[in-house]
């Protein structure tokens, strides 16, 4: 997910370098849509990853 989120920004910077607004802005908003879900489900990951292992001894 992180890497659409990469190609996303890649889209939106280069549409902007041609001028087109549009389409840099409809791939920026995708791009951070992308970017928070990949943390959100990052973070999800690493605390029910850790409640599963249990503490360490």
Same mark, same amino acid.
């Given at each position: 997910?992180?890497?659409?989120? @990469? $190609?996303? %920004? $890649?889209? @939106?910077?280069? @549409?902007?370098?041609? /001028?087109?607004?549009?389409?840099?802005? /409809?791939? @920026? /908003?995708?791009?951070?849509?992308?970017? !928070? !879900? %990949? $943390?959100?489900?990052?973070?999800?990951?690493?605390?029910?990853?850790?409640?599963?292992?249990? &503490?360490? &001894?």
């Amino acid at each position: 997910m992180l890497y659409w989120a @990469a $190609v996303f %920004f $890649v889209i @939106a910077i280069i @549409a902007a370098v041609f /001028g087109f607004g549009g389409i840099a802005a /409809g791939a @920026a /908003g995708i791009a951070k849509i992308l970017f !928070v !879900v %990949f $943390v959100i489900l990052f973070v999800l990951s690493l605390i029910f990853g850790g409640i599963r292992r249990g &503490p360490r &001894p």
